[in-house]
């Protein structure tokens, strides 16, 4: 018996040349002709879509984002340009290089500098990884009608569709007029008549659900109908993916949920963004320490989807700053930002930490928030807090000199005191 079986477990090994040799027929081209095969594949498909491809771009950091796309290919080369637009600025259009190249598998990179591809890719005040973006992918799996691709260093899913409209302008102002609509930011979530949890979206397009002492966070990217999740998540004992907008009712419904709904909250605080628009006065002092107080008139004018407050440097008359508007809080923003230039050197509005012993200069999205004084609501008074973006809390601003590589310029001395250094700032409407 034993001897029967050694038998039957030898067979196997016996019939093993006649296995190899179709195993050679089967894949006759070696791993290298496999691997050229599939990168012309790719490129076929990439080149493939007439009107380009809708891809849903995620970072690690900040959320995700529309990007259009669309490859041209150099004759015979696994290599072209490709033109972005995005969300990101629906005003421009960029071009620049793509290569489809071989890495251990099929890599997609885009290997010249793009404003949109290498947005959150970007380093930025000694964060060597900016905001946990890739430009260099590995394909998952291509067709014509999706590519999938993973971004190579920090692994996040990026999915491309064939783009179906005509336009790409049209499109992305359609995209944005959703963005304006359903962009607050406190929610509370039913499911089934029942209230779940309240929820909380960021304009880093985060969302959180705060279901007990548990916080259940997703990334989402907009849609033209309202957001859609990174990934499905659930909360409670519903999953969530799709959110769709209802104007009328100022919330989202949860597409494929049984009268689920994410209804909107507004803070008692909360200002439209109309309401900021005309003329203020600008208090401040020059030093954490120091009792006199400063105020300058100043105006603010509606620019598109921010402010512009002029009239702070009264021999300056062109010189601005720029503030943002969170849709989220209803609530102004303060970031660091280029403001003029001054011989070689950019003027940079710079962020002083508490203690002044340091400060953050270049281009950031968000330093101070300005905070409604609820004490007079027919009277707004903003006082400017920090926003808990730096590892600091601000306490003021400072003029600062940036040469043309973005690098320490020094301060800048050529105005009074009282014009280039601005701390505990508040602000009164006439």
């Known amino acids: 018996m034993k001897k029967l079986l050694f038998l039957f477990l030898l067979l196997p090994l016996l019939s093993m040349p006649s296995c190899v040799k179709e195993e050679d027929d089967l894949f006759g081209a070696s791993a290298a002709e496999r691997m050229t095969q599939a990168l012309k594949d ?61 890495d251990q598998s099929a890599v997609l990179t885009f290997n010249t500098y793009n404003a949109f ?96 002492n548990t916080v259940i966070e997703q990334r989402f990217i907009y849609t033209l109908t309202g957001v859609k999740l990174y990934e499905p998540t659930k909360v409670g004992a519903v999953v969530y993916e799709y959110l769709d907008w209802d104007n009328a009712g100022m919330q989202f419904k949860c597409v494929g ?9 507004i803070p008692e605080d909360y200002l439209l963004f109309a309401a900021y628009a005309g003329e203020w006065d600008f208090i401040y002092s020059t030093t954490a320490t120091s009792p006199t107080r400063h105020t300058r008139p100043v105006t603010l004018v509606a620019d598109g989807r921010t402010y512009r407050l002029e009239g702070l440097w009264a021999d300056h008359p062109d010189r601005f700053l720029t503030l943002g508007y969170e849709k989220a809080t209803g609530r102004l923003t303060l970031a660091p930002q280029i403001i003029d230039v001054s011989g070689d050197n950019y003027i940079n509005f710079a962020a002083l930490v508490v203690g002044e012993g340091s400060l953050w200069f270049g281009i950031h999205p968000k330093g ?39 690098n320490n310029a020094g301060q800048y001395m050529d105005e009074l005191a009282t014009d280039r250094r601005f701390v505990d700032i508040e602000m009164i409407k006439k």
């Open 42 to 102: 790719y490129n076929a498909i990439l080149n493939g879509a007439p009107n380009g491809w809708l891809m849903e771009y995620y970072s690690g950091d900040a959320g995700g984002f529309v990007y259009l796309c669309r490859f041209e290919t150099l004759e015979g080369e696994l290599s072209g340009d490709v033109t972005v637009a995005s969300d990101l600025d629906i005003t421009e259009t960029v071009t620049s290089l793509y290569e489809l190249k071989q």
């Open 117 to 212: 591809l290498h947005y959150f890719a970007e380093p930025y005040d000694g964060n060597r990884v900016g905001l946990s973006g890739d430009y260099e992918f590995t394909f998952m799996k291509a067709s014509a009608d999706s590519v999938v691709l993973r971004g190579k260093k920090h692994g996040d899913r990026i999915v491309m569709t064939p783009f179906r409209g005509n336009d790409w302008q049209e499109y992305l102002q359609s995209l944005l007029a959703m963005q304006d609509q359903c962009s607050y930011g406190a929610f509370k979530l039913y499911a089934e008549g029942e209230l779940v949890c309240p929820a909380e979206m960021d304009d880093y397009r985060w969302i959180r659900f705060y279901l007990g």
């Open 257 to 265: 949920v049984d009268r689920g709904e994410l209804k909107t909250v």
């Open 368 to 406: 101070q928030i300005g905070v409604w004084d609820m004490a007079d609501r027919n009277n707004p008074r903003i006082e400017w807090i920090d926003a808990g973006y730096f590892p600091d809390p601000i306490c003021g601003w400072i003029l600062w000199l940036l040469d043309a590589q973005g």
